[in-house]
């Protein structure tokens, strides 16, 4: 016969005066209250000390009541401590500057958040957060710039806490003072290989071509040409026929860092013979540019183009 639980009410006072101390004391020291550990340990303490005021309170045989104590015990380690702690352990406000690692530059629209919650705030154009009602057993946040997670640890006693933390982009390409080109420096080709699906009753499409020998800077290793319609024109497609490591055929546009199909092409070229694999003082230059216009207007009036040297 399994003998009833033979554990006496004085064991449950003691452990509820024990773990009324402990609160007390944790309470009121606000150097225990910031330990990560004594946040931790607080809920095990609560739920032991639970635990066994139910097991001494409840009359029965060890192996019925047993059970049940472990779920009145789970349910209030859920339920109960997390309210406790918000007494013990009252949620405070984190803030701080996020910087791209190594440089005084801070980084807007970066999303800071809790780890394992949906609370999150965005840095501003001065890179600052602010968050609220965070948890003190908090010690880390998790800073988004719209790709990677990057973890760091919060720095409580600063402040004006920095957290260079972000890979800082690649600098930009270090350009020359630009070149415009003449408008009468593109053909006008009566042999037009444009794609007629540009054209309307009151429009044409007209095919400019741009040829030009470009001698190279000292320092600068790239050549950008950049070519945008003007008014109510529009580029239809584009082609570089030389140099000719991508072939003279017409494609759509497919221009480097380009912006706008119909507004903006860009060709970055460089100063080297891909196939002997050496640097070159000079190229050949030649772009071919499908314009879409109205019927009435200029070619030549309707483009505008500048080249510049890349480092």
Not at 9 to 27: R, S
Not at 76 to 83: D, E, H, K, S, Y
Not at 199 to 213: G, P, S, Y
Not at 288 to 297: E, F, I, Q, R, T
Request: a neutral charge; one cysteine or more; proline letters at 8%.
């Amino acid at each position: 016969m399994a003998r009833p639980s033979n554990t006496s009410p004085g064991v449950a006072i003691v452990t509820a005066i024990l773990g009324i101390g402990f609160f007390v004391f944790v309470f009121v020291y606000d150097d225990l209250k910031s330990r990560p550990f004594i946040q931790g340990m607080s809920g095990l303490v609560f739920t032991l000390v639970a635990s066994v005021i139910l097991f001494s309170a409840v009359p029965g045989e060890a192996k019925i009541k047993g059970p049940f104590i472990l779920g009145g015990a789970a349910a209030f380690f859920f339920l109960a401590v997390p309210r406790i702690e918000k007494l013990v352990f009252p949620a405070h406000t984190i803030f701080g500057t996020i910087y791209y690692v190594g440089t005084n530059r801070p980084v807007p629209d970066v999303s800071i958040r809790i780890p394992g919650t949906n609370q999150q705030v965005t840095t501003n154009n001065s890179g600052y957060f602010q968050m609220q009602a965070v948890p003190r057993r908090v010690t880390k946040l998790v800073a988004n710039p719209g790709g990677e997670d990057y973890e760091f640890e919060i720095k409580e006693e600063d402040e004006n806490p920095k957290y260079a933390i972000i890979p800082a982009p690649p600098p930009p390409p270090v350009r020359s003072r630009s070149t415009v080109i003449d408008p009468k420096d593109w053909q006008i080709h009566v042999d037009n290989q444009c794609s007629k699906e540009g054209e309307a009753t009151n429009r044409k499409v007209t095919l400019l071509i741009w040829a030009k020998k470009i001698s190279r800077l000292d320092d600068f290793s790239r050549l950008l040409v950049e070519v945008e319609p003007l008014g109510s024109s529009d580029i239809t497609q584009t082609a570089k026929l030389e140099p000719p490591d991508i072939g003279g055929d017409f494609t759509d546009a497919e221009a480097p860092d380009k912006r706008d199909v119909r507004h903006l092409h860009q060709w970055v070229i460089p100063f080297v013979d891909k196939d002997k694999n050496v640097d070159l003082k000079e190229i050949d230059v030649k772009l071919a540019v499908c314009l879409g216009m109205d019927k009435n207007s200029i070619p030549v009036s309707s483009i505008n183009a500048s080249y510049w040297f890349l480092k």
